[in-house]
């Protein structure tokens, strides 16, 4: 919401997603520390060396920094109104090419091969200036003869998302999964 973000001061209707720029910054300064403190440990010899007396000052600001982090983030997701149809509007067919690859690999061929003829259909509709949702089922079969008449299937946001099912991945079960399973870890931490 407008708590979390500020108002440009060349274009007044423009708002700037402060918080979450800062919060992109804060995870790559938390990110540079565990790359220390990873570094300083695989050169250990053994057991504890005074390298480690090192490791203080990262691993405490680390804290300090997620444990800020995380009270800006609640306030941002908790204020946060996603605009819908500006998001489906986002959308652009060229998100669909690694769907297209899968739906090869589902009838039987190599990922290595169906990743170029991918390549190929979305090289075929930037030459013909079209959206690659408008490529005909002949156009598709002339890059590769498995493509049927259910490929235009694969033309489907919503489906394309429900697809990614595997533990950690984005269809509406699996990330439904997921905050339940940080609001338990919250409510244990409490």
């Not at 600001?61 to 306030?75: E, F, N, P, R, Y």
């Not at 605009?83 to 589902?106: H, I, K």
């Not at 979305?122 to 089922?137: G, Y």
Request: hydrophobic fraction near 45%; proline fraction near 3%.
């Amino acid at each position: 919401g407008d708590s979390y973000s500020t108002g440009s001061s060349l274009m007044p209707q423009k708002k700037n997603p402060d918080a979450a720029e800062l919060l992109r910054g804060k995870a790559n300064r938390v990110l540079g520390h565990h790359t220390a403190l990873l570094a300083m440990i695989k050169g250990l010899p053994l057991t504890y060396n005074k390298d480690l007396q090192e490791d203080k000052q990262a691993l405490f600001d680390s804290l300090d920094t997620v444990q800020a982090a995380l009270k800006i983030t609640s306030g941002v997701l908790a204020t946060l109104q996603p605009a819908a149809a500006r998001m489906r509007g986002a959308l652009n067919s060229f998100m669909l090419a690694t769907d297209l690859s899968e739906y090869l690999v589902r009838k039987g061929v190599p990922f290595r091969e169906t990743h170029h003829v991918a390549g190929r259909a979305v090289q075929l509709a930037e030459e013909r200036s079209c959206a690659l949702t408008e490529l005909s089922v002949a156009d598709l079969q002339s890059l590769h003869p498995l493509f049927g008449d259910d490929v235009l299937a694969v033309w489907d946001f919503d489906a394309s998302v429900e697809r990614r099912d595997s533990i950690g991945g984005v269809s509406k079960r699996r990330v439904l999964e997921q905050a339940d399973a940080l609001a338990a870890w919250a409510d244990a931490a409490a």
